[in-house]
């Protein structure tokens, strides 16, 4: 494979502060079990940052969307690429110690239909990492070698549930869930004895049927809320793809429930109830997976919200007395303080634009709602749209300053009842005169004062997580390539280096041999399938390589140069092709399904997939087939559609080349590209 890793040629040798551990890894995804993303190190801090620079680099060819948590564990960086492929690097040098390939396209590649490709990180235990495939296989792996110790399918081979979360780890055991809730499955997770692979116990989301529930408390619980019909049969949702953490405190697992599907709930449970668990936080005994407490962040969802996001633990003085909490900022556009030992609720406010609900009732936990938000009464307008306020990007918390630092987003969206779909519901995207919609910001949070403490504001929607550290810093990238820091207390730009590309991982920071690092993975995608410009459309598929970035004061290394952002369209037409107007618009029909990868209205946010207007494979009929319906890029991430008929295929060629020539001819006709 070929790489390219570029190392400084000298390196300034930095003093440790006497916080520094010689070594302090970064065992877990978020950090440590409480999820933190928080770094207690201070070797690189406000006064010595202007010295951080970059030590060294590794190029990894064919990767497109990086959005993996780094671990670092004695001295190697062990993360996983777009494929759930998993790399191990040196911290040292940079190099490439081993990759191992999960050929999810060789395994499973119906499942590559369900979702792009993207992989949210590792677990690291006794020796062993663990990995979720894209296409539900959870497989351990030789730490030292890459060797795969043992595989287990975690779903159903012909379902529609994926993985693309990280698992997590505790007690010997290793745990995850899954995505596929926007398509009805039902959600659960699994933890597997570590050395073995055995499934030790399972926790289900939502409910089954009567036959399914019965002795399980729980689920019988569960079900009341569900009620009359055959919901088991038209779907639920409410998958666990993120959001997981452990709490050694208190033996517990916690974890954030996704989604309804369908998203209508008239079309999902006519019956009227809450429908538990979704957009909950569920907590759990680590030991047995026995449903413990929950909280509901949304009752009786419809609109896609979730509460998948992470879920911090920590202990906060509250009214002068320490209280263990848990925080979670779900996409619903609320910040919520839960006490963690009784699931009941501290606190919640609003961190960003939510218009769904005026407030949080905190005598019931309940939120209290605008009326016809359910699109019960025809179409409503509502705060935020159906990525949140905040979604999976990793928020972090520092208790030196007491903040969370949360990336958030703001967008509304327009609900259309459309109970001939399967959600039951179109959603789009809608904007007002607020310059601040279709934007993001980074929020210093005060999960006590239940306030920002400062936000800065960001161009686009979709940007990185956050790394706090005991060094009074805040690292965030974003998806104009900038990797920056802020003073964690007043948010002071204090830093930026220019990856070169869009970053949408969080960074960690770890010691080494008595030096503070900080390492990323820079790789940005983002779900473009509404187009109006919500994502940077300048990086270009395949344009810029994906990256690993490892920096420590006095590193001097550089990046070699790449092309830069570009947000020019050359489309590609040939004149003399008559394009028929019926099969257009067949394909336009057809194209949603392509969207997620290739764009709106094929407006490619540049990656995962290429922008067709610009696609050489795109003007010829006879090779748009071999990829689309023959699968001759599946290797590449690019799913086949066997099942498409000849027409069909006519239909969205068609449909490609009319957004072609339309780019073409309004660049004829303004001059600008």
Same mark, same amino acid.
């Given at each position: 494979?070929?790489?390219?890793?570029?190392?400084?040629?000298?390196?300034?040798?930095?003093?440790?502060?006497?916080?520094?551990?010689?070594?302090?890894?970064?065992?877990?995804?978020?950090?440590?079990?409480?999820?933190?993303?928080?770094?207690?190190?201070?070797?690189?801090?406000?006064?010595?940052?202007?010295?951080?620079?970059?030590?060294?680099?590794?190029?990894?060819?064919?990767?497109?969307?990086?959005?993996?948590?780094?671990?670092?564990?004695?001295?190697?960086?062990?993360?996983?690429?777009?494929?759930?492929?998993?790399?191990?690097?040196?911290?040292?040098?940079?190099?490439?110690?081993?990759?191992?390939?999960?050929?999810?396209?060789?395994?499973?590649?119906?499942?590559?239909?369900?979702?792009?490709?993207?992989?949210?990180?590792?677990?690291?235990?006794?020796?062993?990492?663990?990995?979720?495939?894209?296409?539900?296989?959870?497989?351990?792996?030789?730490?030292?070698?890459?060797?795969?110790?043992?595989? %287990?399918?975690?779903?159903?081979?012909?379902?529609?549930?994926?993985?693309?979360?990280?698992?997590?780890?505790?007690?010997?055991?290793?745990?995850?869930?899954?995505?596929?809730?926007?398509?009805?499955?039902?959600?659960?997770?699994?933890? *597997?004895?570590?050395?073995?692979?055995?499934?030790?116990?399972? @926790? *289900?989301?939502?409910?089954?049927?009567?036959?399914?529930?019965?002795?399980?408390?729980?689920?019988?619980?569960?079900?009341?809320?569900?009620?009359?019909?055959? *919901?088991?049969?038209?779907?639920?949702?409410?998958?666990?793809?993120?959001?997981?953490?452990?709490?050694?405190?208190?033996?517990?697992?916690?974890?954030?429930?996704?989604?309804?599907?369908?998203?209508?709930?008239?079309?999902?449970?006519?019956?009227?109830?809450?429908?538990?668990?979704?957009?909950?936080?569920?907590?759990?005994?680590?030991?047995?997976?026995?449903?413990?407490?929950?909280?509901?962040?949304?009752?009786?969802?419809?609109?896609?919200?979730?509460?998948?996001?992470?879920?911090?633990?920590?202990?906060?003085?509250?009214?002068?007395?320490?209280?263990?909490?848990?925080?979670?900022?779900?996409?619903?556009?609320? @910040?919520? %303080?839960?006490?963690?030992?009784?699931?009941?609720?501290?606190?919640?406010?609003?961190?960003?634009?939510?218009?769904?609900?005026?407030?949080?009732?905190?005598?019931?936990?309940?939120?209290?709602?605008?009326?016809?938000?359910?699109?019960?009464?025809?179409?409503?307008?509502?705060?935020?749209?159906?990525?949140? %306020?905040?979604?999976?990007?990793?928020?972090?918390?520092?208790?030196?300053?007491?903040?969370?630092?949360?990336?958030?987003?703001?967008?509304?969206?327009?609900?259309?009842?459309?109970?001939?779909?399967?959600?039951?519901?179109?959603?789009?995207?809608?904007?007002?005169?607020?310059?601040?919609?279709?934007?993001?910001?980074?929020?210093?949070?005060?999960?006590?004062?239940?306030?920002?403490?400062?936000?800065?504001?960001?161009?686009?929607?979709?940007?990185?997580?956050?790394?706090?550290?005991?060094?009074?810093?805040?690292?965030?990238?974003?998806?104009?390539?900038?990797?920056?820091?802020?003073?964690?207390?007043?948010?002071?730009?204090?830093?930026? @280096?220019?990856?070169?590309?869009?970053?949408?991982?969080?960074?960690?920071?770890? $010691?080494?041999?008595?030096?503070?690092?900080?390492?990323?993975?820079?790789?940005?995608?983002?779900?473009?399938?509404?187009?109006?410009?919500?994502?940077?459309?300048?990086?270009?598929?395949?344009?810029?390589?994906?990256?690993?970035?490892? @920096?420590?004061?006095?590193?001097?290394?550089?990046?070699?140069?790449?092309?830069? *952002?570009?947000?020019?369209?050359?489309?590609?037409?040939?004149?003399?092709?008559?394009?028929?107007?019926?099969?257009?618009?067949?394909?336009?029909?057809?194209?949603?399904?392509?969207?997620?990868?290739?764009?709106?209205?094929?407006? $490619?946010?540049?990656?995962?997939?290429?922008?067709?207007?610009?696609?050489?494979?795109?003007?010829?009929?006879?090779?748009?087939?071999?990829?689309?319906?023959?699968?001759? $890029?599946?290797?590449?991430?690019?799913?086949?559609?066997?099942?498409?008929?000849?027409?069909?295929?006519?239909?969205?060629?068609?449909?490609?080349?009319?957004?072609?020539?339309?780019?073409?001819?309004?660049?004829?006709?303004?001059?600008?590209?």
């Amino acid at each position: 494979m070929k790489r390219l890793i570029t190392l400084a040629a000298a390196l300034l040798l930095t003093p440790l502060s006497a916080a520094t551990p010689p070594n302090a890894d970064w065992p877990h995804y978020g950090g440590q079990y409480d999820e933190a993303g928080y770094a207690a190190l201070d070797q690189i801090n406000r006064q010595n940052i202007g010295r951080l620079g970059l030590v060294w680099s590794l190029d990894l060819p064919g990767e497109q969307s990086l959005e993996a948590t780094p671990l670092a564990v004695d001295g190697v960086l062990y993360f996983s690429g777009s494929f759930s492929d998993v790399y191990a690097v040196s911290v040292a040098s940079g190099r490439l110690l081993w990759k191992h390939e999960v050929r999810v396209w060789q395994h499973n590649p119906d499942k590559m239909h369900y979702i792009f490709p993207l992989n949210r990180g590792v677990a690291y235990a006794e020796g062993r990492v663990f990995v979720g495939a894209t296409d539900g296989r959870l497989i351990a792996l030789d730490a030292k070698t890459g060797r795969e110790l043992w595989s %287990v399918e975690t779903v159903e081979h012909n379902d529609r549930r994926t993985i693309t979360g990280a698992p997590r780890v505790f007690n010997g055991k290793v745990i995850i869930g899954q995505g596929g809730g926007d398509s009805g499955s039902r959600g659960y997770v699994t933890a *597997y004895d570590q050395a073995s692979g055995r499934q030790v116990w399972r @926790f *289900y989301v939502a409910p089954g049927s009567p036959e399914q529930n019965r002795g399980d408390a729980a689920m019988e619980m569960a079900a009341k809320t569900w009620g009359a019909g055959d *919901y088991w049969n038209s779907g639920t949702g409410g998958t666990v793809w993120n959001g997981i953490t452990f709490d050694p405190e208190l033996n517990r697992i916690y974890i954030g429930t996704g989604n309804s599907g369908p998203y209508n709930p008239r079309k999902r449970d006519p019956g009227g109830g809450d429908n538990l668990f979704l957009a909950s936080i569920v907590a759990l005994d680590a030991d047995t997976g026995k449903y413990v407490w929950h909280y509901q962040v949304n009752p009786r969802e419809a609109w896609d919200y979730k509460a998948a996001a992470g879920m911090v633990t920590a202990t906060l003085n509250i009214e002068s007395r320490p209280r263990r909490v848990l925080m979670q900022a779900p996409t619903n556009g609320f @910040f919520y %303080v839960l006490d963690r030992e009784t699931g009941k609720l501290i606190s919640a406010e609003k961190i960003g634009k939510a218009t769904w609900a005026d407030h949080i009732d905190l005598a019931t936990g309940r939120p209290v709602e605008l009326p016809g938000i359910r699109y019960e009464n025809g179409p409503v307008v509502i705060w935020p749209w159906t990525a949140g %306020v905040h979604n999976w990007q990793a928020m972090s918390y520092n208790p030196g300053t007491g903040l969370v630092y949360v990336p958030t987003m703001q967008l509304g969206f327009r609900f259309t009842p459309a109970p001939d779909t399967f959600l039951g519901v179109v959603a789009t995207p809608e904007f007002t005169d607020d310059p601040h919609d279709g934007k993001g910001a980074l929020v210093a949070w005060d999960p006590i004062a239940q306030k920002a403490r400062w936000t800065h504001r960001q161009k686009y929607m979709w940007n990185g997580g956050t790394l706090s550290t005991a060094g009074g810093l805040v690292f965030q990238g974003d998806n104009e390539g900038w990797l920056t820091a802020y003073d964690a207390a007043d948010g002071t730009q204090v830093w930026r @280096f220019n990856a070169g590309l869009g970053i949408i991982a969080p960074p960690v920071s770890y $010691s080494w041999h008595g030096t503070q690092y900080v390492s990323l993975l820079v790789g940005w995608a983002g779900p473009n399938p509404y187009g109006h410009g919500l994502m940077p459309t300048g990086w270009r598929y395949n344009a810029q390589p994906r990256r690993l970035l490892t @920096f420590r004061l006095g590193g001097r290394a550089k990046l070699p140069p790449t092309a830069p *952002y570009d947000e020019t369209v050359h489309p590609l037409d040939d004149p003399a092709e008559v394009l028929d107007p019926a099969a257009v618009a067949a394909g336009a029909k057809l194209f949603p399904v392509c969207s997620g990868c290739h764009g709106g209205q094929a407006q $490619s946010a540049g990656a995962p997939g290429p922008d067709l207007r610009e696609s050489a494979i795109a003007m010829d009929r006879a090779l748009f087939g071999k990829v689309v319906h023959d699968g001759a $890029s599946l290797a590449k991430g690019m799913p086949q559609f066997a099942n498409y008929s000849e027409a069909q295929l006519d239909q969205l060629y068609s449909y490609v080349r009319a957004m072609a020539r339309a780019e073409k001819q309004r660049i004829a006709a303004t001059g600008v590209r």
